[in-house]
């Protein structure tokens, strides 16, 4: 019993252990943390720019400094994509490379609706884009979460009981 537990501990406790075999829902909150580094990243990339060079062309006198904001939105959000798997990668989401993948091909949806969106709604859009890293991300984790083994399905199912009809 107690060389069981010791396994048991090691397997939860160690620190270079990729989350495949841990909880899925600390995998997708790990993910929804990729998803808001990414969009603060550039936002704080848009608002030092403004600070550092306020006489910029990207300034006007009735649109602020909103020129760096759409052209961090330009570069940014392919910067974002392929800094995603590195961030991933580090925070031990696994497996991390589909992962990415899948998050990028959910963010260029999103991200189309949201530019449909924004004769609409600009603030609608707006937030829609910021927050579609916390969309992408934890769903790609769901969806590209490791398979039980089958065997080990059968097993667990083989072990259920059936409750009695008395």
């Not at 990668?89 to 991390?96: A, D, F, N």
């Not at 609706?113 to 991300?137: D, Q, R």
């Not at 199912?157 to 009809?165: F, V, Y």
């Amino acid at each position: 019993m107690a060389k069981c537990d010791a396994d048991r501990s090691a397997l939860f406790t160690r620190s270079d252990e990729p989350l495949t075999h841990g909880k899925p829902g600390r995998r997708i909150a790990l993910a929804g943390v990729v998803g808001i580094i990414l969009p603060v990243g550039l936002l704080a990339w848009a608002a030092s720019m403004a600070i550092l060079f306020p006489d910029s062309p990207q300034c006007g006198e009735y649109t602020g400094c909103f020129g760096y904001v759409v052209q961090a939105w330009e570069i940014g959000r392919w910067v974002a994509i392929v800094l995603a798997w590195p961030i991933l990668y580090l925070l031990r989401v696994r497996p991390s490379w589909p992962v990415a993948v899948l998050a990028a091909l959910f963010l260029v949806v999103i991200w189309q609706f949201a530019e449909a969106l924004l004769p609409v709604s600009l603030s609608g859009a707006f937030i829609l884009i910021v927050f579609s890293g916390m969309i992408a991300y934890p769903a790609a984790a769901w969806l590209a979460r490791p398979r039980v083994p089958s065997r080990s399905t059968v097993e667990a199912t083989a072990q259920l009981k059936l409750p009695d009809d008395s």
